[in-house]
T-cell receptor
Framework: DTGVSQNPRHKITKRGQNVTFRCDPISEHNRLYWYRQTLGQGPEFLTYFQNEAQLEKSRLLSDRFSAERPKGSFSTLEIQRTEQGDSAMYLC????????????FGPGTRLTVT | AQTVTQSQPEMSVQEAETVTLSCTYDTSESDYYLFWYKQPPSRQMILVIRQEAYKQQNATENRFSVNFQKAAKSFSLKISDSQLGDAAMYFCAFLTNTGNQFYFGTGTSLTVIP
C-alpha cells in the first residue's frame, strides 16, 4: 500500500475557471476527508465521506465547491468559478472505522488562482 | 466549538538538544484525542504522537514525548536529541471522541541548527 495519493500535485488556473482534484485513499479505508490549508494556517476541515455517503460538510464549503465519492473509493473535489481566495493547499486524508482518529494524509494539491 | 492555539510561530534548536513546542486548546468535551503532526516542506503530514484524554500517562514515541495537562488544557511536545530531519512545521490537533474533523493549530516552524 502506497498511502493516500492526490492528483495533480500543483494546479495553476485563472480566476473563473473550474478545477477538479482527485484523491485516492488507502485501500479498504472507508472514510475520506478533505481539508484546506492556507499559507500560515493549519488545515481546516471541509467535508468527509463514509463509503460513498457525504456525511458532514463545513460551512467553508460554499456552493461553488462539490465533492463526490461515487463508488466509495476515490474522491473528487471540484471548485467552480475559482476565486483568488481559493488559492490554498487541498489535503485529503483517509481512515478506517472505528479508528477514525488514525487519519492518514496525502501530499496535497496546491492550487494557485491567478 | 473547539479551538487549538500554538503561540510559537517559530522555534529553533541545536542539533542533539531538546526543544519543547507548546499547545493549548479549548473544549467542553471530556473525551477526546490530541495529536502532534509533522509537515516537512512540500511533503505530507505525518503523525508524530497521539494522546487519549482519558489516559493520565503521557504518551511517548522514541525521542518524542508529550506533557498533557488536562485541567490546564495544555499539550506540549518535547523532542529530545533533536536531529536535522526533525526540521518541519509541527501542528497540534484535536479530535473529539465522536467527531470526524480535526481542529488544527496554526503550527510551529522548527529549525534544527547543525
Amino acid at each position: 500500500d502506497t498511502g493516500v495519493s492526490q492528483n495533480p500535485r500543483h494546479k495553476i488556473t485563472k480566476r473563473g475557471q473550474n478545477v477538479t482534484f482527485r484523491c485516492d485513499p488507502i485501500s479498504e479505508h472507508n472514510r475520506l476527508y478533505w481539508y484546506r490549508q492556507t499559507l500560515g494556517q493549519g488545515p481546516e476541515f471541509l467535508t468527509y465521506f463514509q463509503n460513498e455517503a457525504q456525511l458532514e460538510k463545513s460551512r467553508l464549503l460554499s456552493d461553488r465547491f462539490s465533492a463526490e465519492r461515487p463508488k466509495g473509493s476515490f474522491s473528487t473535489l471540484e471548485i467552480q468559478r475559482t476565486e483568488q481566495g481559493d488559492s490554498a493547499m487541498y489535503l485529503c486524508a483517509s481512515s478506517s472505522s472505528p479508528h477514525t482518529y488514525e487519519q492518514y494524509f496525502g501530499p496535497g494539491t496546491r492550487l494557485t488562482v491567478t | 466549538a473547539q479551538t487549538v492555539t500554538q503561540s510559537q510561530p517559530e522555534m529553533s534548536v541545536q542539533e542533539a538538544e531538546t526543544v519543547t513546542l507548546s499547545c493549548t486548546y479549548d473544549t467542553s468535551e471530556s473525551d477526546y484525542y490530541l495529536f502532534w503532526y509533522k509537515q516537512p516542506p512540500s511533503r505530507q503530514m505525518i503523525l508524530v504522537i497521539r494522546q487519549e484524554a482519558y489516559k493520565q500517562q503521557n504518551a511517548t514515541e522514541n525521542r518524542f514525548s508529550v506533557n498533557f495537562q488536562k485541567a490546564a488544557k495544555s499539550f506540549s511536545l518535547k523532542i529530545s536529541d533533536s536531529q536535522l530531519g526533525d526540521a518541519a512545521m509541527y501542528f497540534c490537533a484535536f479530535l473529539t471522541n465522536t467527531g470526524n474533523q480535526f481542529y488544527f493549530g496554526t503550527g510551529t516552524s522548527l529549525t534544527v541548527i547543525p
